[in-house]
Structure formats: structure tokens, C-alpha cells
């Protein structure tokens, strides 16, 4: 999200959890309004609960600046509260105390990351993940405009340009420590085949293009890597901890080899069910950082 310096001054209408204003400023946007701050300028535009509905009506606002993007960073608590008002800003073009005749489109600009559709917690089924509120409002979006809902930027694994920022990360901390030799192989550790795996497959197949071939083109989820890339390859390492688990029959992915599964990846995804197949699978992290060290041909302490 710090790559997208074009929308760090613009007024961003901000959804997720926990201090999303501080989240947001510590990843550079200066100008951001919370989905509590909508609602209270617009107290009729939430609808759903009727415990928070207004007994009177209050007087229409015209001092509210207009929302120029969203930024959607997690997924919220109250998420009837969040589609509605996200829809309405990118119906009324930023202004959702007004109404349009005709809903603009292109939308307004709206930057989200964590595609993940499940995750794994103390239950013992996976939970929902940012990935299925996006699926809302993207299918709801669809079936009110008739059009798809765009993304200016689509972050979070497995996102190549996550890969980037990763290994971009990597490389400044060895030039810190003063390691001069450029690190060409990486691994990267998941319990998810269908984000952590995937991405890292991903992500391999275009260090081998740009080894190849020279840095290939993104698209448009994101701006271009600023440096070339020394790296040559991405090794995956599936844990058994988390989503994944070949011992569950109700796991949701399926057993390595099996059947075709499910997609359960973001709609701007192709799928290739090969991607989901990891270099390696192990127990837990442990495991992994074990196997990196005999791989790296380094004695394990």
C-alpha cells in the first residue's frame, strides 16, 4: 500500500478493524474516513439494524467533503454497515448524501489486500476471511450496476507484487548486515495452498520469466517493481498447522494429488490448479526451517 503514493493525500473512505486510522496513516494515507464517521454524518444510510435506526429525521448535511477512493484493509465487524455504505459512496460518486441518476463508472478508486476467502482458528472449521467480504460486495455490486467492480490495487498474498515487497524487504535487511553476494533462491512458508502456496508458485514462475526473458509486465494491480530482481527462484513449503491438514477429511482443500478442487482464490485470479501443489510438505515451521537448512547445505544447531 505505500507504493500507491497517488492516493496518500486523497480523502479515503477506510474499512476493517481494530485502529484502522493509524493503520491507514502508518501506510502513508494522511486523509481518511472511517465507516463510523459515514455513518454518523449520514445516520440514514444504515439501515439493517433496527436498534440503530434514528426515531426522527435529521436535517440533509452539505459540509462533508467527498470520498475520492476506498481503502479496504480488513474485514469489519458490523459488515451489513460496510456494504451499504461502500456501495453507496461508489454509487453517488463520493457523495452518498446525494443521489445519482446514473451510478458512475468507472467507480471511484478502491485499493484492498487480504484475499484470503478462509482462514484457520481455534475452530475446527476454517473462518471467513477478508477474501469473502470482498466476494460480497464485488457480486453485489454486480447484480445492482450490472458491471464489475475494479480494483486499482489487489494486494496480500498472492499477489506477485506481495512477493516483491517481500523480497525487497529481504534484500535490504542483507544489505544492512553487509552480505555482498545476491540472495537467489527464497522460500516462502504457508499453511494455505490457496493464497500462500499459490502466491509462491506464482511468484517463482516470474522470477523464471524475468530470468529468462527480462521483467515481464504486471498489469494493473499495482505499480511496477523498482529494482531488478536477483533472485532466480521461489521455493514453497506447505505446513500441515493451519487450513491445510491431509489427516482431516474435512479439510476444505483437498488431499495433494486428489481430485480438482475448488477455487477458492480471488475472482481476478486465473486458476491453475498446479500453482496449489507445493515444492514441499511438512509438519509445521520447525519442519520447514529444518528443511531450508539442509537444502542450504547448513548445519542445523
Not at 500507491?4 to 494522511?30: C, I, T
Not at 481503502?71 to 456494504?83: A, Q
Request: glycine share 8%; proline share 8%; charged share 20%.
Amino acid at each position: 500500500m505505500k507504493l500507491f503514493s497517488e492516493y496518500h493525500e486523497k480523502r479515503m473512505l477506510v474499512s476493517g478493524q481494530g485502529p484502522v486510522v493509524e493503520n491507514a496513516q502508518g501506510l502513508g494515507f494522511r486523509n481518511v474516513v472511517t465507516m463510523d464517521e459515514l455513518r454518523m454524518a449520514f445516520p440514514l444510510l444504515d439501515m439493517v439494524d433496527l436498534e440503530r435506526r434514528l426515531k426522527t429525521t435529521p436535517l440533509p448535511r452539505n459540509d462533508f467533503p467527498p470520498i475520492e477512493g476506498v481503502l479496504l484493509l480488513g474485514e469489519p465487524v458490523r459488515w451489513e454497515t460496510s456494504l451499504q455504505l461502500i456501495m453507496d459512496v461508489l454509487l453517488s460518486n463520493g457523495s452518498p448524501g446525494t443521489g445519482l441518476v446514473t451510478p458512475p463508472y468507472p467507480h471511484l478508486p478502491i485499493l484492498a489486500s487480504n484475499m484470503d476467502l478462509l482462514w484457520m482458528a481455534e475452530a475446527k472449521m476454517p473462518r471467513f476471511g477478508h477474501g469473502t467480504f470482498l466476494l460480497c460486495l464485488e457480486t453485489i455490486y454486480q447484480k445492482v450496476t450490472g458491471k464489475e467492480l475494479r480494483y486499482e490495487g489487489l494486494m496480500g498474498k498472492p499477489s506477485i507484487l506481495t512477493y516483491q515487497y517481500a523480497q525487497d524487504l529481504i534484500r535490504r535487511q542483507a544489505e544492512r548486515r553487509g552480505w555482498v553476494a545476491p540472495i537467489r533462491k527464497l522460500y516462502a512458508v504457508g499453511d494455505n495452498p490457496m493464497s500462500d502456496i499459490y502466491g509462491a508458485n506464482l511468484f517463482h514462475q516470474y522470477l523464471q520469466k524475468a530470468t529468462r526473458d527480462g521483467v515481464p509486465e504486471l498489469g494493473a494491480r499495482g505499480p511496477q517493481q523498482q529494482q531488478p530482481s536477483a533472485s532466480q527462484s521461489c521455493i514453497s513449503i506447505l505446513v500441515c498447522t493451519g487450513v491445510y491438514n491431509p489427516r482431516n477429511p474435512q479439510s476444505t482443500e483437498p488431499v495433494l494429488g486428489g481430485g480438482q478442487p475448488p477455487f477458492h482464490g480471488h475472482r481476478d485470479l486465473c486458476f491453475s490448479p498446479g500453482l496449489m501443489e507445493a515444492s514441499h510438505v511438512v509438519n509445521d515451521v520447525n519442519e520447514a526451517v529444518q528443511l531450508v537448512f539442509r537444502k542450504e547445505g547448513w548445519a542445523s544447531e
